[in-house]
């Protein structure tokens, strides 16, 4: 089973295929490689996000400019955004791509953040949210090809898709 | 409603994003339903973070300003979104924030405008602000906005009294996509 740098290798070189021009992030530890790279990347303009839904909504102006882009976010915040998500980009048909880490689950190191992160998928089944995960079930060498296809998902399907991805080793 | 036919008279032909419920119903009685004006219908709060990705995303395009209008109590929801935008500082966004001191759309509940001051906000997150409570006033903050080359906030006080206007009820898939087209292909001035 692949180390969670290896992962964060492997979606970093998933972001490198879509080549995004705009970045916004919110505070992740699991992702601090993949943010620390976007933020590095020349021509990209990577910044931090205070609030999800506020990311919901940046990242649907920039779709509907043509910019391409894409938000890096952890799973419990999944529900601050859902509001946001549904009345706008999904009503409107607006694509937009989301990395989300996993958190809970095997590898976990916070005794309460599994009350929200173990029923994100059920969450998002029940919000109609589109999305893929990444695991150690899925062969890291997918890893890289299956960022792209979600991300390329998500404009032929005109709506929000979210590729939650465990790095911590689940 | 003259404040939003004076926001349409001075972006005619720029993108304008209009903020849910009342504000929406009047801007199409007064103006109709026009192509650059992207009416949200139901994302409270969003309007200043969709008209933030919006200016980034159309920084080099032939759009001059990109117009994004809130309600008091929808930037009371999403208040961050100003130090973001002060970040980030796209030079062609333009926020104006209708302030009737209520939620109007759902029945005039209070909000907590009177004890807000949106443009010190603003200014401490570096955008440069105005505070107008007049049609003159608004009028002369609309052209200065134009030569700005900042991000800019207007606050606007307005009255409590919403026009009676109906329901729009157009299918947001398709505001979404006019939108675009309008953007890709619109008359905006070169």
Not at chain 1, 13 to 23: F, H, L, S, W
Not at chain 1, 104 to 113: A, D, F, V
Not at chain 1, 154 to 160: A, L
Not at chain 2, 94 to 104: C, M, P, S, W
């Amino acid at each position: 089973m692949a180390e969670p740098d290896e992962r964060s290798r492997a979606i970093i070189d998933g972001i490198e295929a879509i080549d995004p021009r705009y970045v916004l992030h919110l505070p992740s530890s699991t992702l601090v490689d993949i943010i620390d790279h976007v933020q590095a990347r020349p021509n990209t303009r990577a910044f931090p996000i205070p609030r999800e839904e506020e990311g919901v909504g940046i990242l649907a102006g920039l779709e509907l400019a043509g910019a391409r882009a894409l938000a890096i976010i952890q799973d419990n915040g999944v529900g601050n955004l859902l509001t946001a998500l549904t009345t706008f980009p999904m009503a409107y048909h607006i694509p937009q791509f989301y990395i989300v880490s996993r958190r809970g689950g095997l590898g976990e190191y916070n005794s309460m953040i599994h009350v929200i992160c173990e029923k994100v998928e059920p969450v998002l089944d029940a919000a109609n949210v589109r999305y893929f995960s990444l695991d150690g079930r899925v062969p890291i060498e997918d890893w890289p090809a299956t960022v792209t296809k979600a991300y390329e998902y998500s404009r032929i399907t005109h709506r929000p898709v979210m590729l939650l991805c465990n790095l911590m080793g689940g | 409603m003259d404040a939003l036919r004076l926001v349409d008279a001075a972006f005619p032909d720029q993108p304008i994003v209009v903020n849910v419920g009342a504000a929406i119903r009047e801007m199409v009685a007064a103006v109709g339903s026009k192509p650059n004006h992207l009416h949200i219908l139901d994302s409270m709060g969003l309007p200043p973070a969709i008209g933030l990705g919006l200016s980034l995303g159309l920084a080099e395009s032939r759009f001059e300003k990109v117009v994004a209008i809130e309600g008091d109590g929808g930037l009371l929801m999403g208040l961050s979104v100003l130090s973001t935008i002060g970040m980030l500082a796209p030079e062609k966004l333009v926020l104006i924030v209708l302030d009737n001191g209520t939620y109007g759309s759902t029945g005039g509940q209070p909000t907590a405008s009177d004890s807000t001051d949106f443009a010190g906000v603003a200014r401490a997150c570096k955008m440069v602000a105005n505070d107008v409570d007049s049609a003159e006033g608004l009028r002369g903050a609309l052209n200065e906005a134009r030569a700005i080359e900042e991000p800019v906030l207007i606050r606007v006080r307005i009255g409590p009294k919403t026009e009676k206007a109906p329901y729009f009820l157009e299918d947001p898939a398709v505001l979404a996509d006019t939108f675009r087209r309008f953007l890709r292909d619109g008359p905006a001035r070169a």
